[in-house]
């Protein structure tokens, strides 16, 4: 992703979006109108100035551990639901369990949604190159 350098401190850079290969596509207007600020870091100490456009990119490590903290809890709320039926009512049969498992499921997945709505994850981006 590429951006544009708009202010400067010791331990961080401010970046505004520029064009994403995501924006290609984009139909939503107040994302290409609005301009986005991030923050990231500079580990290779480049020499950056305000108005340099920069690249910059996050760690894989980082885009795994997001994607496991949003597919992880449904995970274990169809588990979960799948258990509680089948303690909740013995004599309940394969699809009975299956259908409180996938109760579980919409329900952590709706309250892992709800709860990264309120807390945002942040990512970490690094700057990579001057361009």
């Given at each position: 992703?590429?951006g ?19 924006c ?15 923050t990231?870091?500079n ?89």
């Amino acid at each position: 992703m590429t951006g544009r350098v708009h202010a400067l401190s010791e331990t961080a850079v401010t970046i505004s979006q520029g064009t994403s290969s995501f924006c290609f596509g984009c139909m939503q207007h107040e994302c290409k109108t609005k301009m986005r600020l991030f923050t990231a870091e500079n580990p290779m100490q480049l020499p950056l100035v305000v108005g340099h456009e920069v690249e910059v990119k996050t760690s894989h490590a980082m885009l795994a551990r997001q994607a496991l903290a949003a597919l992880f809890p449904p995970f274990l709320g169809f588990i979960g639901g799948f258990m509680f039926t089948r303690f909740l009512v013995p004599v309940s049969g394969d699809p009975a369990r299956a259908a409180g498992g996938v109760l579980g499921l919409f329900a952590l997945a709706y309250l892992t949604y709800r709860i990264r709505k309120k807390h945002p994850a942040t990512m970490i981006f690094q700057v990579v190159r001057i361009i």
